[in-house]
């Protein structure tokens, strides 16, 4: 299953509220989760099963979508939120990730 | 604390072999499905293989089917990959990965990761 994101990078203040779209190749129900990594640390969870929030990340994280179509959101944008965001799906083997989008201060 | 730790990572020339550990603490390693998860420098993310709890289910992506292996000893907490024929496009950094299934559905997500143990693969 082929993951695509969009935009792949994007530049936005503090205090913005940004969406990065993620397309799966086929239908994958709601198994789809979202990771967040700053410079060259291990990917942190924040969103899973397409829109659970992930225990200690901040409620301006949030995931919609389900088939095909996702969505993740960040209402207000603050200064430790720009990273590079990967969706990824779990609905079969092998796992797949999106390409990546990287999120600059603009 | 509840952590992973990777090691075993190197320069190996082409067609060289190497094996990595991860050793697990501060949680039931025995009750998780465990990853690996790789990233070239500067690139996305690679799932590579996962297995089950007792070792009786294995899956790997299909660049490194016949030339990777991962395993466990749930004894010691520890998780493997025996890295065979490794070519330049394995170059990379190797996670560790515990998997979860979500409360209510089954679902399957990656919620704690190592630091990663960096594998280098030149002549």
């Known amino acids: 299953i082929q993951m695509t994101q969009s935009p792949s990078s994007l530049s936005a203040s503090v205090g913005d509220g940004v969406t990065i779209t993620c397309r799966a190749s086929?239908?994958?129900?709601?198994?789809l989760n979202w990771y967040q990594q700053k410079g060259g640390k291990a990917p942190k969870l924040l969103i899973y099963?397409?829109?659970s929030l992930q225990n200690g990340v901040p409620s301006r994280f949030s995931g919609g979508g389900s088939g095909t179509d996702f969505t993740l959101t960040i209402s207000s944008l603050q200064p430790e939120d720009f990273a590079t965001y990967y969706c990824?799906?779990?609905?079969?083997?092998?796992?797949?990730f999106g390409q990546g989008t990287k999120l600059e201060i603009k | 604390e509840v952590q992973l730790v990777e090691s075993g990572g190197g320069l190996v020339q082409p067609g060289g072999s190497l094996r990595l550990s991860c050793e697990a603490s501060?949680?039931?390693?025995?009750?998780?499905?465990m990853s690996w998860v790789r990233q070239a420098p500067g690139k996305g993310l690679e799932w590579v293989a996962n297995?089950?709890?007792?070792?009786?289910?294995?899956y790997y992506v299909d660049s490194v089917k016949g030339r990777f292996t991962i395993s466990r000893d749930n004894v010691k907490n520890s998780l493997y990959l025996e890295m065979n024929s490794l070519r330049a496009e394995d170059a990379s950094n190797y996670y560790c990965?515990?998997?979860?299934?979500?409360?209510?559905?089954?679902?399957?997500?990656?919620?704690?990761w190592g630091r990663g143990t960096l594998v280098i693969v030149s002549s």
């Open positions: 990965v515990r998997e979860r299934e979500a409360d209510r559905s089954p679902n399957w997500f990656f919620d704690l």
């Open positions: 501060g949680f039931a390693f025995s009750n998780y499905w």
């Open positions: 297995i089950k709890q007792d070792g009786s289910e294995k």
């Open positions: 086929q239908g994958i129900s709601s198994h």
């Open positions: 099963a397409a829109y």
């Open positions: 990824q799906q779990s609905f079969n083997t092998p796992y797949t």
